[in-house]
């Protein structure tokens, strides 16, 4: 089945900095790779999404890419608040699954 | 988000008791799902519906059981067989091989 590495686990960045999430697959025919942001206690939530026809994809400050050929997506977050503090998991899917990351917890620090 | 729903909030299960955690949802989607999520880590799939009346296992099966009589509702069962069960537990929804949407979750604790 499918395995997914996401790296860093944790991460602190300073207000206004850039952040980065990495991830690997193993799937080859994985098609479709969003990403979710996690506050405490709370549900996960798409924050962007990305499938395997496109190789960027930008909303606002939140930018994800993909390279096939590696098998590895990232997640950018520009200019970061103190608000996009939270954990992120990515995933792929292969079939009718999900498979997720292990997540990164994200600190913005002010 | 709003459209799918989980009850209880919080659930306690005693030694040897099965108790069943409660998902709806009302986008009209076809696919549902339940994940097991432990502290400090990712989401694991137990089990999944792509429509009604038909369920598959997912990675972490044993303990679980799910029925799938209706759309609306995907309901989970965490059996006396499941050593382990304290976690927080999502269910999800989609349309076919669309974004998946979580519910707000079920933490389910051990007396």
């Known amino acids: 089945g499918e395995n997914v590495e996401q790296h860093p686990s944790t991460l602190s960045v300073q207000e206004g900095d850039s952040a980065v999430i990495k991830c690997t697959y193993s799937?080859?025919?994985?098609?479709?790779f969003p990403w979710y942001k996690q506050e405490l206690g709370k549900r996960p939530q798409l924050i962007i999404d990305?499938?395997?026809?496109?190789g960027e994809k930008k909303d606002q400050r939140i930018a994800v890419t993909l390279n096939k050929t590696a098998k590895h997506f990232s997640l950018h977050i520009t200019e970061t608040q103190p608000e996009d503090s939270a954990v992120y998991f990515c995933?792929?899917?292969?079939?009718?699954?999900?498979?997720f990351g292990t997540g990164t917890r994200l600190a913005v620090r002010p | 988000d709003g459209g799918i729903t989980q009850s209880p909030k919080y659930l306690f299960r005693k030694e040897g008791q099965n108790v069943t955690l409660s998902c709806e949802q009302n986008?009209?989607?076809?696919?549902m799902y339940w994940y097991r999520q432990d502290p400090g880590q990712g989401l694991r799939l137990i089990y999944y519906?792509?429509?009604?009346?038909?369920?598959q296992k997912g990675d972490i099966a044993e303990g679980y059981s799910v029925s799938r009589e209706k759309k609306e509702s995907f309901p989970l069962t965490v059996t006396s067989a499941q050593k382990n069960p304290t976690a927080f537990y999502l269910c999800a929804s989609s349309s076919q091989q669309e974004t998946q949407y979580f519910g707000p979750g079920t933490r389910l604790l051990v007396l």
């Open positions: 995933a792929a899917r292969s079939g009718d699954k999900l498979t």
């Open positions: 519906s792509q429509i009604v009346n038909d369920f």
């Open positions: 986008l009209n989607h076809d696919a």
């Open positions: 990305i499938r395997s026809n496109v």
């Open positions: 799937d080859s025919a994985s098609n479709y």
